[in-house]
């Protein structure tokens, strides 16, 4: 469930709430049953989800920077649980990241959208996740707009970042057009350098349809749009 502008004033009265609730599961000290530590680390990591976003809607960017490490710590570099929090919850927090993710590359704000799209992509593991229709296309989506910032920033940490995601997205969806055109993209792109291949997409789009695909983050630079950019869009 995602928190809409005209419900963050409830949102922030009722995680307030809920905040209370948190803090006393983590100071009880009586053993919990393997099931009842699984349903505690799933409220836990629902409640990190919501805070991170009303957070961000608040414009509390730093804010929800540190609930997002903490739960990366909790939920995706601890094994044990990790292994326990639900793929839909999983899905949520990953969801969760990729929007903001998006909406720091709409600003132009590209180092921190390239971050937030790191730590979406971690977080949406494929070996919790599993390879449900959603999760996939979560995860296409992510690894698409990670390449695409990532070529923009030219920043050589980011360059090899790219190349390790098209990597795995040519042997996961080698079928998929818009993968081999992504992949031309950043051949180009670190031949060219980002103003030169910003320049090469106004020349060949113009600027008004080149600015269309920039804020779609779907282009392809040597090829034509198919329908299954749209498709695999989240």
């Known amino acids: 469930m995602s928190i809409d502008h005209d419900e963050v004033l409830l949102a922030e009265s009722v995680l307030s709430n809920a905040a209370?609730?948190?803090?006393?599961?983590?100071?009880?000290?009586?053993?919990?049953?393997?099931?009842?530590?699984?349903?505690?680390?799933?409220?836990?990591?629902?409640?990190?989800?919501?805070?991170?976003?009303?957070?961000?809607?608040?414009?509390?960017?730093?804010?929800?920077?540190?609930?997002?490490?903490?739960?990366?710590?909790?939920?995706?570099?601890?094994?044990?649980?990790?292994?326990?929090?639900?793929?839909?919850?999983?899905?949520?927090?990953?969801?969760?990241?990729?929007?903001?993710?998006?909406?720091?590359?709409?600003?132009?704000?590209?180092?921190?959208?390239?971050?937030?799209?790191?730590?979406?992509?971690?977080?949406?593991?494929?070996?919790?996740?599993?390879?449900?229709?959603f999760a996939a296309e979560l995860r296409f989506?992510?690894?698409?707009?990670?390449?695409?910032?990532?070529?923009k920033t030219q920043v050589p940490n980011d360059l090899r970042k790219a190349e390790e995601v098209m990597e795995v997205m040519v042997n996961e969806w080698p079928e998929r057009l818009n993968v081999h055109c992504l992949g031309l993209d950043a051949i180009v792109a670190q031949e060219l350098g980002a103003e030169a291949y910003h320049a090469g997409k106004l020349i060949k789009f113009g600027p008004t349809e080149a600015g269309i695909l920039d804020d779609a983050d779907h282009y392809c630079f040597s090829s034509s749009h198919e329908d299954d950019v749209q498709n695999s869009s989240i």
């Open 20 to 133: 209370k609730y948190i803090d006393d599961l983590s100071k009880n000290t009586t053993p919990l049953l393997v099931d009842e530590e699984g349903e505690r680390i799933n409220l836990e990591c629902e409640f990190l989800v919501q805070r991170i976003e009303l957070s961000f809607l608040q414009h509390n960017v730093n804010a929800a920077e540190l609930m997002c490490n903490n739960a990366m710590e909790r939920f995706s570099r601890d094994e044990s649980a990790a292994s326990r929090l639900e793929p839909r919850i999983r899905e949520s927090l990953g969801k969760v990241l990729y929007k903001i993710g998006k909406d720091m590359v709409k600003r132009a704000n590209l180092t921190n959208g390239v971050e937030w799209l790191a730590r979406a992509l971690e977080i949406v593991d494929p070996k919790y996740v599993g390879s449900e229709r």
């Open 141 to 151: 989506g992510i690894m698409q707009n990670l390449v695409q910032t990532s070529l």
